[in-house]
């Protein structure tokens, strides 16, 4: 009959509807044109060369703090030795600019775009380096720092917006996890330039690098999210496109979709306020900054800022630089495993076997300083310290160290994604400058209570891990809102 011939019809066009948002929710449009998963990927690497360098800030003091503190200054840009309090400033002082940048990275990213956001981070890497080279005078390095900071915290709160948003959400796990890869690849740079290179010469190879990095992330697109934001749904098909390697016909569902939930989110556009109005930004919240605590409160800052003291006065009989160079590949290999089974073990796991062994390591280095302290000969465990540290590197490289940045990227809604990550980058530092400023303190009473403390953190952090976070392995983002919200369908 025509009453059933229309009912049947309504039913084949709501299955065509459903069969249709399932193939978008998993990368697969309508014209079945594939995903040209490498474009994500190069425009993916290409912004976090800026990480590159964000790296080459983070391991810079530990070449160079042996340098300032020596009393042989003809390879010091100071006439005297700094002190131990100055060298104290010297480390934490990046982590306040980096507290503070979020505020103003932010925003901007909401006005200016997320690319050009990040392309004037290096604006700030430059200056700092310009200023290493005439510095003269302590506070000239501080100032320097500080500099370094601005840039930092931009970089860390515009990269995981902008590698979220373009990301499809099979490989927004791998893409999410390339910040640390390409951290501890800077790191390893200066790690392995500083102790062989002048003091002079090193600030002329770190300062190329955001030059480099800039020109080429400046020929990769905006995210769509971004154009869809302001209108610009064009300039969005052209930016999809190109990250996905398809037709204007084949981007056209998923720039629906994508129009369509920036959309709703727009038109509730939020404040500060909302992050703790709304039950699912209260848990993502708690998540995310309790995950970044947990980064920081590890020790990973002073490991990476003061890798060549400790191993000094670890006195191995191995050459300070030579286990800090060691360390330093260490990272970039484990680093680099993150990519290729996140999006199959998922975050959680690799979360839970991060903070568990770290605590190990860390306890185990404890242990060896205890030992230094009171055991006349400690000869049968000199070898101690290097594997304490190389275990410590590879779990947190693999865990904690990429996976709550690309949770931070995927946990909040479009409206409010940049008020959250400059909330959460800055708890970062917060916490990053209160443990590299204090840690000399820690330090002078027994370098074991540090790492023991160290350790009793990841034991909670693991706690935290098992109870507290969720498990976003092949969600779509749309998908991790309605867990959040308490919806499990």
Excluded at 309 to 330: E, H, K, Q, R
Excluded at 364 to 386: C, E, N, R, T
């Amino acid at each position: 009959t025509p009453t059933m011939s229309r009912l049947t019809e309504h039913k084949v066009q709501q299955s065509y509807t459903e069969v249709s948002t399932f193939q978008i929710s998993e990368g697969l449009p309508r014209t079945m044109e594939p995903v040209k998963t490498g474009r994500i990927f190069l425009a993916a690497v290409a912004a976090n060369l800026s990480a590159f360098v964000v790296g080459t800030c983070l391991g810079w003091t530990s070449p160079i703090g042996p340098k300032l503190k020596s009393n042989d200054t003809s390879d010091s840009p100071l006439d005297r030795p700094i002190t131990a309090d100055e060298d104290a400033w010297i480390s934490s002082l990046i982590a306040i600019g980096a507290l503070i940048a979020p505020f103003v990275a932010g925003p901007l990213a909401d006005r200016i775009g997320r690319k050009w956001t990040l392309l004037s981070s290096s604006f700030f890497f430059v200056l700092a380096f310009l200023l290493n080279m005439v510095a003269s005078e302590v506070w000239m390095l501080y100032l320097s720092r500080l500099i370094q900071g601005f840039g930092v915290g931009f970089v860390m709160t515009v990269q995981p917006m902008y590698v979220g948003e373009i990301a499809t959400d099979n490989v927004r796990g791998a893409t999410g996890s390339l910040m640390q890869l390409f951290i501890v690849s800077g790191i390893l740079y200066v790690y392995a330039i500083g102790p062989f290179v002048s003091y002079m010469a090193l600030q002329w190879c770190c300062i190329v690098l955001p030059i480099i990095a800039d020109v080429v992330f400046f020929f990769m697109p905006e995210s769509p999210y971004y154009f869809a934001g302001k209108g610009r749904k064009t300039d969005a098909v052209r930016s999809l496109q190109f990250l996905r390697g398809q037709s204007a016909e084949g981007v056209h569902d998923e720039m629906a979709l994508i129009q369509a939930n920036v959309e709703e989110a727009m038109a509730t556009k939020g404040t500060f306020m909302d992050l703790f109005k709304s039950p699912s930004n209260r848990k993502a919240l708690f998540i995310s900054a309790g995950l970044i605590c947990f980064q920081q409160l590890s020790g990973i800052n002073v490991v990476l800022f003061n890798s060549q003291s400790i191993f000094a006065s670890a006195n191995t009989g191995l050459d300070p630089a030579i286990a800090t160079i060691i360390i330093g590949c260490v990272q970039v290999s484990s680093s680099g495993l993150t990519p290729i089974v996140v999006d199959r073990l998922g975050r959680k796991v690799l979360l839970l076997i991060s903070s568990s062994i770290m605590s190990v390591g860390l306890a185990a280095l404890g242990a060896f300083f205890y030992m230094q302290l009171v055991v006349k000969d400690i000869s049968s465990v000199l070898w101690l310290p290097v594997p304490a540290l190389i275990v410590y590197n590879i779990v947190y490289c693999t865990g904690f160290g990429p996976l709550p940045w690309a949770v931070l990227g995927e946990m909040f809604p479009a409206n409010i994604k940049s008020v959250a990550s400059s909330v959460v980058a800055s708890t970062c530092w917060i916490l990053g400058f209160l443990v590299t400023r204090y840690y000399p303190a820690l330090d002078a009473l027994g370098s074991y209570y540090a790492f023991w403390l160290f350790a009793v953190f990841c034991v909670i952090a693991f706690f935290f891990v098992l109870f507290v976070v969720m498990e976003t392995k092949g969600l779509s983002l749309q998908q991790i809102q309605d867990r959040l919200n308490g919806k499990r369908n």
